[in-house]
């Protein structure tokens, strides 16, 4: 990890992009002949999105086989990201250490909680996968089934999780570790959780474009970059001393290279502790939407639901007070009719027919840029 300013393998990895990646060309322009790191522009998720597939390639790579990571839409607008073999392996074994160092041994049950439809159970490993689209019921079954020792997921859907067997706890599985990710878990969540699904809990922070980035064991204070091979560098936030803007480098990937990426999370360190380890992920909370009779709904339940709508380029589902919910839609304007009529019946056959929909097409507003949008929240108040 590293304040602003550039790590020499970045800066060999810039000139090569430069001369052979014409995404890198497109975006330095001029600015790459003299190549001062902190004249070109960094990259961020608009122009990552508008580049088509070949320009992201290093040109002496082109026609090689390469996996396709599909993001699951929480950002509200579902992306590609291309990534060779050993850069995937490289995310594999991060993953797999990181699990170890917060206490998973092979071959224990392990249950993963996953918007990924193409996910199947290795038998052999004893991992399992149960989809994140199920209502909470459906899933608590399915953990009482398996009976894992560990079991990893999404904040949001691991709470409704701990909520149900909070209610039942004869029927908790003996678990020794939760893993928790892709939202901000608070010191008041983290406690929630635990105490609903009687385990200590871990913290994985990942990004589609990188896997796993850096994770915190149970009990500690502060994340653990997950490789190497990854770059983290921090920008200043104008008028927030305490926080900073995360960009990142991934030395492992070299078919389709990122670097220099500005993810738009947020981040706090500790600034009195040695190497000044990162303690807070900010900007990745989403709002777990509220029924009539006071249940919630995991939004992750909602993204997968609408990714799967054909045309539907980017949304986002805001929750009033009074518990209604306006739905704004980025679509063509031919498809406006059909897409909306799509997404209302997406959208009942997840929360009902209880709750008043709104659905409107139009342009989302993301906000400042490098900030972190929130396509589903609630402002529904709740106790905490």
Same mark, same amino acid.
């Given at each position: 990890?590293?304040?602003?300013?550039?790590?020499?393998?970045? #800066?060999?990895?810039?000139?090569?992009?430069?001369?052979?990646?014409?995404?890198?060309?497109?975006?330095?322009?001029?600015?790459?002949?003299?190549? *001062?790191?902190?004249?070109?522009?960094?990259?961020?998720?608009?122009?990552?999105?508008?580049?088509?597939?070949?320009?992201?390639?290093? *040109?002496?790579? +082109?026609?090689?086989?390469?996996?396709?990571?599909?993001?699951?839409?929480?950002?509200?607008?579902?992306?590609?990201?291309?990534?060779?073999?050993?850069?995937?392996?490289?995310?594999?074994?991060?993953?797999?250490?990181? %699990?170890?160092?917060?206490?998973?041994?092979?071959?224990?049950?392990? %249950? #993963?909680?996953?918007?990924?439809?193409?996910?199947?159970?290795?038998?052999?490993?004893?991992?399992?996968?149960?989809?994140? =689209?199920?209502?909470?019921?459906?899933?608590?079954?399915?953990?009482?089934?398996?009976?894992?020792?560990?079991?990893?997921?999404?904040?949001?859907? %691991?709470?409704? +999780?701990?909520?149900?067997?909070?209610?039942?706890?004869?029927?908790?599985?003996?678990?020794? %570790?939760?893993?928790?990710?892709?939202?901000?878990?608070?010191?008041?969540?983290?406690?929630?959780?635990?105490?609903?699904?009687?385990?200590? =809990?871990?913290?994985?922070?990942?990004?589609?474009?990188?896997? +796993?980035?850096?994770?915190?064991?149970?009990?500690?204070?502060?994340?653990?970059?997950?490789?190497?091979? +990854?770059?983290?560098?921090?920008?200043?936030?104008?008028?927030?001393?305490?926080?900073?803007?995360?960009?990142?480098?991934?030395?492992?990937?070299?078919?389709?290279?990122? @670097?220099?990426?500005?993810?738009? *999370?947020?981040?706090?360190?500790?600034?009195?502790?040695?190497?000044?380890?990162?303690?807070?992920?900010?900007?990745?909370?989403?709002?777990?939407?509220?029924?009539?009779?006071?249940?919630?709904?995991?939004?992750?339940?909602?993204?997968?639901?609408?990714?799967?709508?054909?045309?539907?380029?980017?949304?986002?589902?805001?929750?009033?007070? *009074?518990?209604?919910?306006?739905?704004?839609?980025?679509?063509?304007?031919?498809?406006?009719?059909?897409?909306?009529?799509?997404?209302?019946?997406?959208?009942?056959?997840?929360?009902?027919? =209880?709750?008043?929909?709104? @659905?409107?097409?139009?342009?989302?507003?993301?906000?400042?840029?490098?900030?972190?949008?929130?396509?589903?929240?609630?402002?529904?108040?709740?106790?905490?």
């Amino acid at each position: 990890m590293r304040d602003a300013g550039t790590d020499a393998r970045v #800066l060999r990895r810039m000139k090569d992009a430069a001369r052979h990646v014409a995404l890198y060309r497109r975006l330095w322009g001029a600015a790459a002949s003299d190549f *001062d790191p902190e004249r070109v522009p960094r990259l961020d998720k608009a122009a990552l999105r508008a580049c088509p597939a070949e320009d992201r390639i290093d *040109d002496r790579r +082109l026609g090689r086989k390469l996996r396709i990571e599909l993001s699951s839409g929480s950002s509200g607008e579902p992306m590609a990201v291309y990534t060779d073999r050993a850069a995937h392996a490289a995310r594999r074994w991060a993953f797999l250490r990181a %699990l170890w160092a917060c206490g998973y041994r092979p071959g224990q049950p392990f %249950l #993963l909680l996953t918007s990924r439809r193409e996910a199947r159970s290795l038998a052999m490993a004893r991992w399992h996968y149960a989809s994140i =689209a199920d209502d909470t019921e459906t899933l608590a079954r399915r953990v009482t089934g398996l009976a894992p020792r560990v079991l990893y997921g999404p904040l949001s859907t %691991l709470e409704l +999780l701990a909520e149900w067997f909070a209610a039942r706890p004869q029927q908790r599985p003996a678990l020794s %570790l939760v893993v928790s990710t892709a939202e901000q878990l608070t010191p008041g969540r983290r406690a929630r959780l635990e105490r609903g699904l009687g385990a200590p =809990a871990a913290d994985f922070y990942g990004l589609t474009e990188f896997g +796993l980035v850096a994770y915190r064991p149970p009990g500690s204070a502060a994340f653990v970059p997950a490789r190497r091979s +990854l770059v983290l560098e921090f920008l200043a936030l104008p008028g927030d001393p305490a926080g900073e803007r995360l960009v990142v480098t991934d030395l492992a990937e070299r078919t389709s290279p990122l @670097i220099r990426y500005q993810t738009g *999370d947020f981040v706090r360190r500790d600034a009195g502790a040695a190497g000044r380890p990162i303690v807070e992920f900010s900007g990745r909370s989403m709002d777990c939407l509220v029924q009539p009779d006071r249940t919630l709904v995991s939004p992750y339940r909602i993204d997968v639901a609408l990714e799967r709508i054909p045309g539907l380029h980017g949304y986002e589902v805001v929750q009033r007070p *009074d518990c209604s919910i306006d739905v704004t839609l980025e679509t063509a304007v031919e498809d406006a009719d059909r897409v909306g009529g799509m997404v209302r019946q997406a959208l009942a056959s997840v929360l009902g027919a =209880a709750l008043p929909v709104r @659905i409107e097409a139009g342009t989302i507003r993301r906000g400042p840029p490098g900030a972190k949008f929130r396509p589903i929240r609630s402002h529904v108040a709740r106790g905490t």
